[in-house]
């Protein structure tokens, strides 16, 4: 076991005494912003869910995690486990103490494999001309979370790729093979993913070639990452995150993009139907679906180069709510899953006309019908004048933070987002302190964002009458 502690490279092997308590004593400074049913680090950096995999009983919940601090340091896999999505078990957490993850645990997904969830993952390494080498390698993990072994199975990048080779993500093929996709940038600095296979977990992974994926414009795009290839209602799915896309008023209007494609996977081929961008809100990237777990995913709530006003705070992004894909006549859904429905208390009804108080508004669900309808609400307006605005018309829903609290890095791609619909009529929006997820028309479009108004008022103020029902959220449990 090494023990890395260089700089910002420093493992929890290396924590003082006191250390992550102190930094606790910080977190708890935030009494604005904190979720109460979504997942946040209890200290440090949040990133990409990683590792997820139901083991048949269990949902295991991995994320990128940096527990020092508000910066993208030294990356650790934190580890969950839970049956219901509100109770939450630690267990054994990724902390890189092999030569082959000298510098951090980067991203990847899971699977279960001959009863043990097997993590595949990148090792971030730095050699001593600070060169960054890739490792891919895995971590076996038994089904109640402990950690039995870490191995490294592909020390470097492959001839023809550069130093960013990435973010692998397993599954098994009908002949009882391993995949894994693998986010990539060719020599060419453009963007692309590998598909590598592997008989057992003992053979060496061999690189079958890229994923040729159709009708995707990839003029520009760098990287990709965090890849992913499931299966949803028979249809094949790819989730992707392409970094480099040129700006659209009304799409790709973040600074880096989560998309997918729905179509028809083989061989190698991605023969896309539809390729889209899955969300139209400010702050979304890296989802990850669960593992033989039919379309549930959760993504990041941030991206990649921003930076939030709870950073001072010594913490930094949450998890989006667990959400499930679906397809209906040919196009992705998207909405929470059930259990995020069971975990609503019972709704009450307002009759809302201007401005009105709602108790618990920024930890509760609403639900309303806007008859595609012109409307403006504006939410949790303060004495500074601070609110958030949900504006309806003519097809465009805008989600508009310019009034709210930012850092400077927030704002530089625009403080207004945009989604397109044929018509709008089902809005349901979830809050949670400093996250509103917003599905529209049953999940056929989604806005995710983080949004800062301190001193809040829990009040909602209508353009025009407006029937909205409103139920609170029953927060996340830990247990031991
Ligand atoms: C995406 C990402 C991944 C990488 C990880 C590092 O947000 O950049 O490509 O593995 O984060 O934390």
New binding site residues.
Partial sequence: MHIFNQGKYKSLHAQQAGELEHIRQQVLRDTEFRPTYHLAPETGLL??PNGLVFDGEKYHIFY?WFPYGAM?GM?HWKHLITRDFQHFQEAAPLIPDELFESH?C??GGALLWQDHIVAFY?GNTRNAENQRIPHQNIAIFTKDGKLLEKRCLLNQAPAGYTEHV??PKPFVTKEGKIRFVL?AQRENLSGTALIYEMTDLNSTPQLLGELNLSDFDNGHVFMW??PDLLQVQNQDLFIW?PQGKIRESYAFQNNYHATYALGKYQDLHFLAQHVEELDYGFDF??PQSIQGAEGIYYA?VGL?DLTYPTDEYQWHSMLSLPRQFSIKQGKLYQRPIAQVYAQCLPAKQYQIEGKQQIAHLDQSYLQFNAENQPFTLCFFANEAGQLLILHYQAGILTLDRTHTKQTALMQQFGEQRHCVLGELNKVEIFFDRSIVEIFLNDGEKVMTSRFFIPERENALDSSRPLCVSVAELKPIIFTG
């Fill in positions: 990133n990409d990128q993208h990356k951090g980067y991203s990148t990435r973010d986010g990452e965090c995150s990237y890296a990041w990649p």
